[in-house]
């Protein structure tokens, strides 16, 4: 497996690899919605940007993690951030994750395009497994994943701990390579009922 860190993009999203000239777009992107943001594992919202960026920076020099931009192709705005990381080559198996959307992003096609680009980079590279986790007490995140085609396989008790220095549940899910071709199609259809 070797996930390459490209541009991917549909009619929805154009998902583009963090570079030095994204860094301002990014960071106003992600400059909103306190709430949300302190219910996340780290937060890249206003004075913790700057370290968030340089952390992804550094992960993807590592090849452990591709950050994306996540750019709206209707008005060509960058409207969140999503990863491919945790990528593992050993055991081909990696996690999509890291996804933040500004609040007027949220519950269209931006996150169902997202996945589908996410999962068949990954897919396409060779991988076996991939991973989408969320805190346990967010339901709403859980319905999107499952909606999306993922299998929940259980809580992991006090998995992380936030920024904010609670110690989280995380509730794990999983697509793999069996599963792929079915959430693949169920995907492709739920964004061709969206165009």
């Given at each position: 497996m070797r996930i390459v860190p490209v541009p991917l993009e549909d009619r929805f999203v154009r998902l583009?690899?963090?570079?030095?000239?994204?860094?301002?777009?990014?960071?106003?992107?992600?400059?909103?919605?306190?709430?949300?943001?302190?219910?996340?594992?780290?937060?890249?919202?206003?004075?913790?940007?700057?370290?968030?960026?340089?952390?992804?920076l550094t992960a993807m020099r590592s090849g452990t993690r591709i950050a994306y931009a996540v750019r709206r192709r209707l008005d060509g705005a960058v409207v969140g951030t999503t990863s491919l990381y945790e990528i593992n080559p050993a055991y081909r198996r990696c996690e999509i994750g890291s996804t933040f959307y500004r609040p007027e992003a949220r519950g269209g096609a931006i996150n169902p395009a997202c996945k589908r680009l996410l999962?068949?980079?990954?897919?396409?590279?060779?991988?076996?497994?991939?991973?989408?986790?969320?805190?346990a007490v967010n339901a709403r995140s859980r319905a999107a994943i499952l909606k999306l085609g993922a299998r929940a396989e259980g809580v992991l008790r006090k998995h992380k701990i936030t920024w904010t220095g609670r110690?989280?549940?995380t509730a794990m899910f999983a697509v793999i390579d069996e599963d792929w071709p079915?959430?693949?199609?169920?995907?492709?259809?739920?964004?061709?009922?969206?165009?």
């Open positions: 583009e690899p963090f570079e030095d000239g994204l860094k301002d777009e990014v960071r106003a992107a992600l400059n909103c919605d306190p709430e949300a943001w302190a219910a996340m594992v780290g937060s890249a919202q206003g004075a913790h940007f700057d370290g968030w960026w340089d952390s992804a999962l068949g980079h990954a897919f396409d590279a060779g991988a076996v497994r991939v991973e989408i986790i969320t805190d110690a989280r549940d079915e959430v693949r199609d169920g995907l492709d259809r739920r964004l061709a009922a969206l165009a």
